[in-house]
C-alpha cells in the first residue's frame, strides 16, 4: 500500500527565511507519480509540481524548488526568501502506476506559517 | 476554461437528513474523483468516475453514500441519513485521461451536521 509522510505537522518561519518541507513516501511500484499541492486559507487545493519516479532531477520553479532522491525515498520542497502569501498547508501526494484510475494519497500536509 | 466548480460552498443540515452536492469538472476532463478532507488532515480518496462509469469506491463510503454521474459531464455526491461524522470539506478533482496527471481541484463543499 501506498504511504506519504509528512512528519513537519507545523512550521513557523520569519519572512525571508527559507524553508524546507519534508515528504517521505512509500509504495511498492517502480512506476510512479509525486505532487506537491498547496491549500490557501482559502480552501481550494492547487497543484504545484509532478514528478515521476524515473525523472530524478530537481526543479526550480521561482523562489520554489523540490529536491527528488529515490534512494531515501523522499521529495522535499523548498521555498527560498518565503513571503507572507507562502503561509498555507502544503500536501504532498503519491500515485502509483496506472493500470486503471489514478488513486491518490495525500499526507497529512504540513500548515506554514510565514510571520512578516 | 473556468475550473472545478462545487455547489453548495456551505451546507448546514440536521442529523439524519439527506444532502446532495454537485461538481462540474473542467469541461474536457473525463476522470472525476471525490475525496473528503477533515479537519487536520490531508484529502481522503472516495469514488472515482471515469466518464460516466463509477469505477472505485472506498472503503470510506459507506451504504449511505452514493455518486453519479450520469452523463459523463458533472457528478453528485449524496449522503443519506446524515451523521455527525460526515462533517467534513467534500472535494471533487478532475483530470483527463493519462498517467499520472495532476488533479485539478474544487473549492470543496463545506458540510456540518449539526
Known amino acids: 500500500a501506498q504511504k506519504v509522510t509528512q512528519a513537519q505537522t507545523e512550521i513557523s518561519v520569519v519572512e525571508k527565511e527559507d524553508v524546507t518541507l519534508d515528504c517521505v513516501y512509500e509504495t511498492r511500484d517502480t512506476t510512479y507519480y509525486l505532487f506537491w499541492y498547496k491549500q490557501p486559507p482559502s480552501g481550494e487545493l492547487v497543484f504545484l509540481i509532478r514528478r515521476n519516479s524515473f525523472d530524478e532531477q530537481n526543479e526550480i520553479s521561482g523562489r520554489y524548488s523540490w529536491n527528488f532522491q529515490k534512494s531515501t525515498s523522499s521529495f522535499n520542497f523548498t521555498i527560498t526568501a518565503s513571503q507572507v502569501v507562502d503561509s498555507a498547508v502544503y500536501f504532498c501526494a503519491l500515485s502509483e502506476a496506472p493500470g486503471g484510475y489514478q488513486k491518490v494519497t495525500f499526507g497529512i500536509g504540513t500548515k506554514l506559517q510565514v510571520i512578516p | 476554461d473556468t475550473g472545478v466548480s462545487q455547489d453548495p460552498r456551505h451546507k448546514i443540515t440536521k442529523r439524519g437528513q439527506n444532502v446532495t452536492f454537485r461538481c462540474d469538472p473542467i469541461s474536457e476532463h473525463n476522470r472525476l474523483y471525490w475525496y473528503r478532507q477533515t479537519l487536520g488532515q490531508g484529502p481522503e480518496f472516495l469514488t472515482y468516475?471515469?466518464?460516466?462509469?463509477?469505477?472505485?469506491k472506498s472503503r470510506l463510503l459507506s451504504d449511505r453514500f452514493s455518486a453519479e454521474r450520469p452523463k459523463g459531464s458533472f457528478s453528485t455526491l449524496e449522503i443519506q441519513r446524515t451523521e455527525q461524522g460526515d462533517s467534513a470539506m467534500y472535494l471533487c478533482a478532475s483530470t483527463t485521461r493519462g498517467a499520472g496527471n495532476e488533479q485539478y481541484f474544487g473549492p470543496g463543499t463545506r458540510l456540518t451536521v449539526t
Open positions: 468516475f471515469q466518464n460516466e462509469a463509477q469505477l472505485e
